[in-house]
């Protein structure tokens, strides 16, 4: 099965100078718990709910706070024509919870994002998903989020 198969697809992004307060409330209406951040075609970044959570643990104004102060700089990726196995074993090597999927090597436009709930929907193979959540709940050296 390929990641295109089960990623979430054509995932919205918002500006660096974004509000905390306004990608919360972006998040909610969409019902995710991670946005990327993009400056027209070109990916910055990604914020995501527990960003904005140790950013107001640490009092920041969420009207005056922008995703770029808080966001993780640089993307993780994977292509949409990579097998669920491959990204089930990024997101193990990365310690991250969801990839952005790009379309190809060449356009690398961002037409999705996989987490580790659309894999096991789409595979319902819990062994996978238990190696990524033991890769990802490991003591954290690569990603905080």
Do not use: W
Request: with cysteine.
């Amino acid at each position: 099965m390929e990641v295109k198969d089960a990623m979430t697809e054509g995932p919205t992004f918002c500006q660096p100078n974004t509000t905390l307060r306004e990608v919360a409330h972006l998040m909610k209406v969409l019902d995710s718990g991670i946005i990327p951040i993009g400056n027209g075609d070109k990916l910055l970044g990604m914020i995501t709910d527990r960003d904005i959570t140790l950013s107001l643990a640490n009092n920041a104004d969420p009207d005056k706070v922008t995703v770029n102060d808080c966001m993780h700089k640089g993307i993780f990726y994977c292509f949409e024509s990579d097998t669920i196995d491959d990204a089930a074993a990024s997101m193990g090597q990365l310690q991250v919870r969801r990839l952005v999927v790009l379309d190809n090597q060449e356009n690398k436009k961002m037409v999705g994002i996989i987490s580790m709930g659309d894999i096991a929907r789409a595979t319902h193979d819990k062994i996978t998903c238990g190696k990524i959540v033991n890769h990802v709940s490991e003591e954290r050296t690569v990603h905080q989020g």
